[in-house]
């Protein structure tokens, strides 16, 4: 449904625009541009850092652009 979808994406929206959400959930580091989600945790992470948990499996770690 394109109305669900639409939703969902400006809540996403919404989401990362929070304060909190402007440095990297790992690192700290602000100027990183955390724009990788840690699955199911919703912790956004920076490109370096989403590669860190890739490389741990996804039986262990799973992130989404």
């Known amino acids: 449904d394109e109305g669900a979808a639409a939703s969902i994406s400006a809540a ?7 304060p909190a ?5 790992d690192c700290g580091e602000a100027g990183a541009a955390p724009d990788w989600v840690v ?5 956004l992470v ?7 948990h890739r490389s ?3 039986h262990i ?5």
């Open 12 to 18: 996403l929206a919404a989401f990362a625009q929070l």
């Open 21 to 25: 959400n402007a440095v990297c959930a």
């Open 39 to 43: 699955m199911p945790y919703g912790a």
């Open 46 to 52: 920076c490109i370096e850092c989403s590669g860190i």
């Open 56 to 58: 741990l499996g996804v």
């Open 61 to 65: 770690s799973k992130v989404r652009r």
